[in-house]
């Protein structure tokens, strides 16, 4: 059992590029998020979808968008990076909203 | 809205002594209640949780936790720690009903380093 797995685990931009991250979970969870961690600040929640179809902003939304493209797939897009999206992105999922949150490996993203 | 408080972020402790990793929440409902652990460039796994029934709450490899609702703490504790328990700590906190504020909200983080 795979569990969450992201691509890529390691990416370099310039600023002002994009790029899509991508996540897939394979506990036939409902819920599924995006977190980024950042030295001493804990993880933050940027997006989530509480369920296939659903999508909503979490604490720090801005600069990123995403796509439920399934119930399996949840995706963040950054359209236009910038220096403070240098950060660590966690992708997870859980069976019932806001319980048990289950996490994959990270994406180290570094924005120059 | 919830929020969480580590209040140590870094405790360092020898190897076979006890250690004890502070959390503290503020929330206006009933909670559900999280520690996860993170290993160097992993994700985050979760050690233990306390949904309902008994306050005190064991993880698999010897860390437990008590929920305290009068202190609104949730401290990790383990007797005899090991080497291979050095990593970051992380609480988390959940209300337990729906509505607009509920999310999975994390501490900052505590590094334990276990010293030989």
């Known amino acids: 059992n795979a569990g969450v797995t992201q691509t890529p685990k390691f990416q370099v931009l310039k600023t002002g590029q994009s790029m899509t991250l991508q996540c897939a979970q394979d506990?036939?969870?409902?819920?599924m998020y995006w977190y980024r961690q950042d030295p001493g600040m804990g993880l933050r929640l940027i997006y989530y979808s509480a369920s296939e179809g659903t999508t909503d902003k979490g604490e720090v939304p801005n600069g990123y968008n995403v796509s439920r493209l399934n119930k399996r797939e949840f995706s963040l897009r950054l359209e236009s990076a910038a220096p403070s999206q240098t950060s660590v992105y966690f992708c997870a999922s859980s069976g019932e909203i806001w319980t048990e949150a289950f996490f994959g490996q990270g994406t180290r993203l570094t924005v120059v | 809205a919830q929020s969480v408080t580590q209040l140590d972020s870094q405790v360092p402790v020898f190897e076979e002594a006890p250690v004890e990793l502070r959390c503290n929440y503020s929330s206006s409902v009933s909670v559900y209640l999280f520690w996860y652990v993170q290993y160097p460039n992993q994700g985050l796994q979760l050690l233990l949780k306390?949904?309902?029934?008994?306050?005190l709450v064991e993880s698999i490899n010897g860390f437990e936790a008590e929920f305290n609702k009068s202190q609104t703490s949730f401290h990790l504790r383990k007797p005899s720690v090991h080497i291979s328990d050095t990593a970051e700590y992380f609480c988390?906190?959940?209300?337990?009903?729906?509505?607009?504020?509920?999310?999975?909200?994390f501490g900052s983080g505590t590094q334990l380093t276990v010293l030989p």
């Open positions: 988390a906190v959940s209300d337990r009903f729906s509505g607009s504020a509920r999310q999975l909200t």
């Open positions: 306390y949904l309902s029934g008994s306050t």
């Open positions: 506990m036939n969870h409902n819920s």
